[in-house]
């Protein structure tokens, strides 16, 4: 405890307040204000209506919406897939080997997305590995997104991990890959939820590779609501953002429901 | 000392005898007060929720597990080639592409004629300062924005605290571009704050008429990667020691002193890892230049999306783009030097308590 | 190949030597950053024994369990497990069983689960597992705890469930590495006893015990290696070491006892001034030496050798009383039953103790051993005060080799 007199807590607190309430807390509640609303010229929104969000689980949004879903999910397995071989092969190695990997692992966060975007449509535009155009150079591209992330969550996780535990299955006679299927993966379960949870909500609002690649066929939630913005129906694009962050936030919350006899420790 | 010894052996003998004995008789395996008694005893180390690992490593380095077999080791390169070689199909060597694409104009044949081209443009140049500027302000705007509000949410804390930590958590979740679309109901020329101005003053409109220009673009990044520093600041004061401030305070520290002396070096390593990050993300924003829509707003990225999707001047493009790789990655080499430096501090004071304990 | 029923089988160091990399670490440091945990180490465990290593941490005993397990690898020098050279076997073909001061139990498998896990992965089949669990649960008293996971274990039943795990693979070899340190001390000396039994249950295992506590090493082992700075300092049976250690650092580490620096004369020794009567002089007489004298050794009063001084600190310890008496500038500790008044700081005393109790030791061996190390094994006989004298008295009665080794 820092300040210990009672109206120096009670003016922290405020001056807190104060600052949080209108930076932080306020945006996301004006946007859901906003997916309510017909008018918003004045202090208030007005004219309450819950027709923007008929609109935002119909045709072109809900499109958007599955769009987005299958996106998220298709990245984040693969990202997932990809970044715990090589969070856990890495960690086998020595020092320098390990830095090596890191620092290629997450040289996707250092990227600019949209150079990541640009790279991605170069390379995948012509043949023989001609995805320009398809659904794939979207899920491609987030892939690689959150593929560091997932990559950063389990590296940190498996360094965590008490080498104890392999050493006694080690010394109970267990060949490596038993180790790592029966001890190591279960062990790391809680991690590799957490990582799925942040692939899925980056991938789930990803917009800067995404408006480098989209096929028009394949427009994800966050480019549906800058269009939708952009055409100058900016109630309908809050109604949409209100689904976006609803859709990752329970996914988020199903994510950290999951147990694992792991987790309880 | 004969008598010493002869008092306690028996006890010793005793104590060999009963439990295995008793045990044996009863079936009853541990005996029922140890596993009520000695429960706090049960979870040696603090044991976290979701946390895998509570305790430390043993004291015993870990490194001479790898060091087992030189075949081992070729082994263990051969299980790193697969995920590394995907990454090198779809991401690296596409990237090698735009580089490669830089030095090539429309034109044909190898130059650096697109790079004079670049640079050589109005547009270029304004894009970098304003990126430039942008981040930097927005960083610093960050850090000591996330530095107050963490101070108070860990040592001035309230009931609310953990809700807000919380919130913050999932504010992180969202989009960023999020944050200019609610900016435009809020100080937009209709929005929220003109219309407080024009209902309490009467005027036609109000004074608030800067989300168009970078001013709106800083506010908003300010706004959305401020938990970005936050966070790590408040991992940092969670290890905080309390008996340093209440020490600190009973020997009549104010304050403002104590977070000088006490807080902010602790504070530092957080501050610079976080700031770093900040900076970089700052550089690479996207969404938020992109829902401004202000054509008198131009970052790097936002030129490298128009020069490729909006003009089709892919080599142009390439060359913003090498431009804002060569920027960011090097901060990013910062920023992971910096992390790493403060991490092994953490990891050393870590494997330090537990050889303490352990040994 | 059948590990089943593995043939009781030592355990034998010949000259291991293992270094660390460039992380820090308390042993002695190399010219090339890396720094030497176990230099030079030769060890034979017999079929059977229980071997107690014992030193201060950093002394390189932990590593030289690891080097058994194969969870490190020496730079030089081989491991055999019974006639097998393991030094470059991986760990899960060794066919050891390990238990760690922190348990390592799989947290998300039952006890049970826990226990099968060995047999499992040694493919032993699926009928037999049942039975073995079973029986490794039985032996350690943990049958009926078979559904739990370790979460809702003790401590000392999470310990127990550890050492069923490494007894259910039936290994002719048992690495225990601390098991007991992470147990309060009640708990610590109930597990001791348990440990003991199994071992009478098992005659055929080979034990090695590392071990920081002198109590540990002492209760449970048939001979003891005492280890610092990454060497072999001494090797012998607990009565052995406890009554003539052969190094100051032993004399001091096992026991705490008091070192006296004498000058060696014909048929005696001289003491800041005093002759004492030694039963055996077997250093050069005008040499330097240290006389090795346990403090429950020394009385009040005057003896055979008699040590003039004063007071200088008195700790009541229940049934005893410790006396830190300054004679000529040397701090001498003594244990005397409690006494029924406390002798007052500054007072004069007179200290005895006999000739026969008394060793000699050349001067020069170990000597760090003194520095803060003392301090450290002072405080823990402090917390657990009766227990050396009580444990050596204890085991060579029950072990039947009580007799005159004193000579």
């Known amino acids: 405890m820092l300040v210990h007199s009672r109206t120096g807590r009670w003016a922290t607190w405020i001056v807190f307040f104060a600052l949080f309430l209108p930076l932080f807390a306020l945006p996301l509640l004006v946007i859901v204000a906003a997916s309510f609303s017909t008018h918003w010229s004045g202090a208030f929104p007005s004219g309450p209506t819950t027709e923007h969000y008929g609109a935002a689980v119909r045709g072109e949004s809900l499109e958007a919406l599955t769009t987005s879903l299958i996106t998220a999910l298709t990245a984040s397995v693969l990202a997932l897939a990809v970044g715990t071989w090589a969070a856990l092969a890495a960690a086998a190695l020595r020092r320098r080997g390990k830095r090596v990997v890191d620092a290629l692992f997450m040289l996707p966060v250092a990227v600019p997305s949209v150079v990541v975007g640009l790279a991605v449509l170069v390379a995948f535009s012509k043949p023989p590995m001609l995805l320009n155009g398809t659904r794939w150079i979207v899920i491609l591209a987030h892939g690689v997104l959150v593929t560091a992330f997932a990559y950063q969550s389990v590296s940190a996780a498996v360094t965590r991990l008490d080498p104890a535990y392999e050493q006694a299955a080690a010394s109970l006679g267990a060949r490596p890959w038993l180790v790592l299927w029966r001890v190591k993966l279960p062990l790391l379960l809680p991690s590799l939820n957490a990582a799925a949870g942040l692939c899925f909500a980056l991938s789930m609002g990803e917009l800067s590779a995404t408006m480098m690649l989209y096929p028009p066929d394949w427009m994800p939630l966050p480019v549906r609501i800058f269009t939708a913005t952009d055409r100058g129906s900016l109630f309908t694009g809050s109604a949409v953002a209100v689904v976006l962050m609803g859709t990752t936030l329970l996914v988020l919350l199903a994510v950290s429901r999951i147990r694992t006899r792991a987790s309880y420790r | 000392m004969a008598s010493a010894s002869a008092d306690s052996r028996p006890a010793g003998a005793d104590e060999t005898a009963r439990p295995s004995g008793k045990r044996r008789t009863t079936g009853e395996p541990a005996a029922p007060q140890e596993s009520v008694a000695q429960r706090p005893a049960a979870a040696p180390g603090p044991a976290a929720p979701g946390s895998i690992s509570p305790r430390p490593a043993p004291q015993v380095p870990t490194a001479p597990k790898r060091r087992a077999g030189r075949s081992g080791s070729l082994t263990r390169l051969l299980w790193t080639l697969p995920p590394i070689a995907v990454l090198g199909l779809v991401f690296l060597y596409p990237l090698y592409l735009v580089v490669e694409q830089s030095f090539h104009p429309d034109e044909g044949g190898t130059s650096l004629a697109p790079y004079r081209e670049v640079f050589a443009s109005e547009a270029f140049r304004e894009a970098l300062w304003t990126t430039v500027w942008i981040a930097v302000g927005a960083t610093v705007g960050c850090l000591i924005l996330g530095f107050v509000l963490a101070l108070i949410i860990a040592f001035v804390p309230f009931p609310g605290g953990k809700a807000v930590a919380k919130f913050i958590d999932v504010f992180l979740s969202f989009p960023s571009f999020l944050i200019t679309l609610a900016l435009l109901f809020i100080y937009g020329t209709v929005g929220m704050a003109n219309g407080v101005w024009t209902d309490a003053t009467g005027a036609a409109s109000g004074p608030f008429d800067f989300l168009t220009t970078p001013w709106g673009v800083l506010l908003a990044e300010i706004t959305y990667f401020t938990p970005f520093v936050m966070r790590p600041l408040l991992a940092a004061f969670s290890g905080l020691d309390t008996a340093q401030l209440e020490a600190a305070s009973s020997l009549g520290a104010r304050p403002a002193r104590i977070i000088r002396q006490v807080i902010l070096p602790e504070a530092l390593p957080a501050l610079a890892a976080g700031g770093s990050l900040v900076l970089v993300m700052c550089l690479n924003e996207f969404g938020i230049v992109l829902f401004t829509g202000a054509k008198g707003v131009t970052t790097l990225p936002m030129l490298v999306y128009s020069e490729a999707i909006l003009e089709s001047d892919y080599p142009a493009a390439c060359v913003v783009a090498v431009v804002n790789i060569a920027i960011s990655v090097s901060l990013f080499g910062l920023y992971r030097v910096v992390v790493a430096r403060t991490g092994r501090g953490a990891t050393s004071t870590l494997s330090k308590g537990a050889s303490r304990v352990g040994a | ?407």
């Open chain 3, 1 to 407: 190949m059948s590990r089943q029923s593995a043939p009781s089988s030592g355990i034998r160091f010949e000259r291991v030597s293992v270094a660390y990399g460039k992380r820090g670490g308390l042993g002695a440091r190399g010219a090339n950053g890396t720094y030497t945990a176990l230099d030079s180490f030769d060890l034979t465990v017999e079929p059977g024994e229980v071997m107690a290593l014992l030193g201060p941490s950093g002394s390189g005993k932990t590593t030289a369990l690891r080097a058994v397990a194969g969870f490190v690898q020496p730079v030089s020098g081989r491991v055999l497990i019974g006639d097998r050279d393991v030094t470059a076997l991986p760990p899960h073909r060794r066919g050891i069983g390990m238990v760690v001061q922190q348990y390592a139990l799989f947290p998300h498998m039952r006890v049970e689960q826990n226990v099968a896990f060995g047999l499992k992965a040694q493919r032993v089949p699926r009928g037999e597992i049942a039975g073995r669990v079973a029986e490794a649960l039985e032996m350690t008293g943990m049958a009926a705890y078979a559904r739990r996971y370790p979460r809702e274990l003790s401590g000392g039943q999470q310990q127990r469930v550890a050492i069923a795990r490494a007894l259910a693979i039936r290994p002719g070899v048992l690495l225990l590495d601390e098991p007991l340190s992470a147990l309060d001390a009640q708990l610590r000396s109930g597990m001791l006893a348990e440990l003991a039994r199994l071992h009478r249950e098992l005659p055929d295992v080979s034990i090695l015990y590392v071990t920081h506590d002198q109590v540990e090493a002492l209760t449970l082992a048939d001979r003891i290696a005492v280890l610092d700075k990454a060497r072999l300092q001494d090797c012998g049976t607990p009565q052995d070491l406890y009554r003539r250690p052969r190094t100051e650092f032993t004399a001091s580490f096992v026991g705490n006892a008091n070192l006296l620096p004498v000058s060696v004369g014909t048929g005696g020794v001289r003491f800041a001034g005093t002759e004492l009567a030694v039963a055996t002089v077997d250093v050069m007489p005008g040499a330097d030496a240290i006389l090795c004298v346990r403090p429950h050794l020394v009385g009040l009063g005057e003896g055979e050798n008699t040590l003039r001084g004063t007071i200088a600190e008195v700790q009541w310890r229940g049934s005893t009383h410790r006396l830190f008496v300054d004679v000529a500038g040397h701090r001498v500790k003594a244990d005397v039953r409690e006494l029924r008044e406390t002798p007052a700081l500054g007072a004069a005393v007179a200290l005895h103790f006999a000739a026969h109790d008394a060793v000699l030791l050349p001067a020069g061996t170990g000597q760090a051993a003194t520095g803060p190390v003392a301090g450290e094994t002072d405080a823990e006989a402090a917390a657990s005060t009766p227990s050396v004298t009580a444990v050596v008295g204890a085991i060579s009665v029950a072990k039947g080799a009580g007799g005159d080794i004193d000579g």
